[in-house]
């Protein structure tokens, strides 16, 4: 099975600022993998497809990039409302597997 | 509108069968691949198994092989999980969810497995 780890499992940053959660996997996933918010008590939502493709409707804050075995996400400017866990996965290949997430707070 | 609302969940003792159903609709049913993702209560995301567009391929983590059955009926745009020998780490929130990455879940529906 392909291993995710994901860093930092919890941050804490200030208003505008930004913030980079990384992702990396135990093998090459060729650009399978997708990053998730999840807020307390909803359904995940997806942010980023294909490593680096903005879901539909996503604001453009939100980036991701990377490749091989190495994967970020980037939130620029930070906003109040981007306060949730966040969580990568890889769809290359069964079984999928997701990060453990990363809790991202208000400083 | 995508909507993916599920049913089926609640209280079942281990060792005990239950069976999930996700009614879908907004969309084209038997176009995507289908998937069950999980979430232990104050844990991280777990995906189950997922089914082809048209069924005839299924995959599951290796803790529910035997276990447990993904199915559909397209005719019925409905996706269902078929959870037997339950045990207590079953106990999680289920989600439907529609495709690899996906890009739309349902509500959740909460297993719980206890005696």
């Known amino acids: 099975d392909i291993q995710m780890t994901q860093s930092p499992a919890s941050l804490s940053a200030s208003l505008g600022e930004t913030v980079t959660i990384e992702c990396r996997a135990s093998?090459?996933?060729?650009?399978?993998l997708a990053w998730y918010q999840q807020k307390p008590g909803k359904s995940p939502q997806l942010l980023i497809y294909?490593?680096?493709s903005l879901h539909t409707g996503v604001p453009s804050r939100f980036s991701g990039s990377g490749s091989g075995t190495q994967y970020s996400l980037k939130i620029n400017s930070l906003q109040s409302e981007d306060v949730a866990s966040y969580f990568c996965q890889q769809y290359y290949d069964y079984p999928y597997t997701f990060g453990a997430g990363t809790k991202l707070e208000l400083k | 509108e995508v909507q993916l609302v599920e049913s089926g969940g609640g209280l079942v003792q281990p060792g005990r069968s239950m069976k999930l159903s996700c009614a879908a609709s907004g969309f084209t049913f038997n176009n995507y691949d289908m998937a069950w993702v999980c979430q232990a209560p104050k844990k991280g995301l777990e995906w189950v198994a997922t089914i082809s567009y048209d069924g005839s391929s299924t995959y599951y983590r290796d803790s529910v092989k035997g276990r447990f059955t993904i199915s559909r009926d397209n005719a019925k745009s409905t996706l269902y999980l078929q959870m037997d020998s339950l045990r207590s780490e079953d106990t999680a929130t289920y989600y439907c969810a529609r495709g690899a990455a996906v890009d739309y879940w349902g509500q959740g529906v909460m297993v719980t497995v206890s005696s």
């Open positions: 093998e090459d996933i060729y650009n399978g």
């Open positions: 294909n490593a680096n």
